[in-house]
C-alpha cells in the first residue's frame, strides 16, 4: 500500500481532518485506489467536489499535489516534457565562442543539446520522477482521443520513455486522480485502467456539514439557510449554471464578510453574485427569491 492507511474508515478520517468530507462509497473507492495501486477516474456535474478530493488527498497524506489541467490542444509536450531551446541556443553559442574550430565533433555538440539540464519537466514527468506525490490530471475530457492515448502508458506501467534520455520509471509511483464533467465519453480502454466513482452533489445535511466544516464562522442557521436555497437553484430552477459546492462555500462567506447572520431577500438579491454566474441565472434567481426563501 502506498501509505499506512489500513481501512476504509481512517481515509474518511484523514479527509475529515482536512475539511473534506466523503460519503461511504467515496472513501471506499479512494481506500481501494490507495491500496490497490490503482488510478481514481471521478466523473460528475462541475463543482460536486472532484479536484477537492484530489487536493484532500495530497493534504491528508502529505504529498505534494501535482496538478495537470486539461483543455482541447494539450499535447505530450505540455504534459510529460520538452527542452529549453532558450538554454540550447545559449549553449551553442558559448561553444562557438569559446572552442578553436574543429575541437569538438558534430555528435558530441548535438548530443550535449539533450543533455538533463536542458530538460523541462512537465506535471506527469514531475509525479514520476519527484517521489511520492499526487497527480491530478483535471478535466479529462477536455483533451482529445489522442491524449488519452498516450496517457496509457503512464496509468499502466508508471513509466514513460524519452528517446534522447531512455525510459524513466517511477520508483515511487504517484497516487493518481483523474476527473471527467462527462462533456464526453470517456474510451473505455483509459476507464479500464482506473477505478471509477460518480461524484453527486451532496444531500441537504452533508452540505451544511461541508460549509461548517470548511467555514467554522458561519452560523448553523444561515449555512442550513443558504443550503436550502442553493439546493432549490440546483434542482428546480433549470439553471444555465447549476450552483456547485464552491458556490455555496462563496456565498456563506460573502454574507458573512457583510455581516448578515440570516439570509432574508435584502441580503440575498446583494450578494446573489456569489452564487449565479450568468445574466439569465441572475435574472430568473432575482424574480424567484421571494418563493425560493420561502420555500
Known amino acids: 500500500m502506498v501509505t499506512d492507511i489500513s481501512t476504509t474508515e481512517e481515509v474518511a478520517e484523514r479527509l475529515r481532518s482536512v475539511g473534506y468530507l466523503s460519503d461511504d462509497g467515496l472513501a471506499t473507492v479512494a481506500y481501494l485506489a490507495l491500496s490497490m495501486h490503482r488510478p481514481l477516474l471521478l466523473e460528475g456535474d462541475p463543482g460536486t467536489g472532484k479536484t477537492s478530493l484530489a487536493e484532500a488527498l495530497a493534504d491528508s497524506l502529505g504529498r505534494p499535489l501535482i496538478r ?5 490542444g494539450i499535447d505530450v509536450s505540455q504534459a510529460l516534457y520538452d527542452w529549453d531551446f532558450t538554454k540550447q541556443i545559449l549553449h551553442l553559442r558559448t561553444l562557438e565562442a569559446t572552442s578553436a574550430a574543429g575541437a569538438h565533433a558534430p555528435e558530441d555538440v548535438e548530443r550535449s543539446l539533450f543533455d538533463e539540464r536542458f530538460l523541462l519537466a512537465r506535471p506527469i514527468l514531475q509525479a514520476l520522477r519527484d517521489g511520492p506525490s499526487v497527480l491530478l490530471i483535471d478535466e479529462i475530457d477536455r483533451a482529445d482521443d489522442e491524449f488519452e492515448a498516450f496517457l496509457l502508458e503512464v496509468l499502466s506501467t508508471n513509466q514513460v520513455s524519452i528517446p534522447e534520455l531512455g525510459t524513466i520509471r517511477a520508483a515511487h509511483p504517484p497516487v493518481v486522480v483523474l476527473t471527467s464533467n462527462r462533456t464526453r465519453e470517456l ?14 452533489h451532496p444531500s441537504f445535511e452533508r452540505e451544511v456539514a461541508i460549509v461548517r466544516a470548511r467555514l467554522p464562522g458561519v452560523p448553523q442557521r444561515l449555512a442550513e439557510q443558504v443550503v436550502g436555497v442553493v439546493q432549490r437553484l440546483r434542482n428546480e430552477e433549470n439553471l444555465l449554471k447549476p450552483p456547485g459546492v464552491a458556490e455555496t462555500l462563496d456565498w456563506s462567506r460573502a454574507l458573512v464578510q457583510l455581516g448578515h447572520t440570516d439570509l432574508d431577500l435584502a441580503s440575498a438579491a446583494a450578494s446573489i453574485g456569489a452564487v449565479c454566474k450568468y445574466r439569465e441565472d441572475l435574472d430568473r434567481v432575482r424574480d424567484s427569491l421571494n418563493r425560493l426563501l420561502a420555500a
Not at 495537470?68 to 482541447?72: G, K, M, V
Not at 474510451?187 to 453527486?200: G, P, Q, T, V
Request: glycine letters at 0%; a neutral charge; hydrophobic letters at 30%.
Open 187 to 200: 474510451h473505455d480502454a483509459l476507464k479500464r485502467r482506473c477505478l471509477y466513482h460518480w461524484i453527486d
Open 68 to 72: 495537470l489541467q486539461c483543455y482541447e
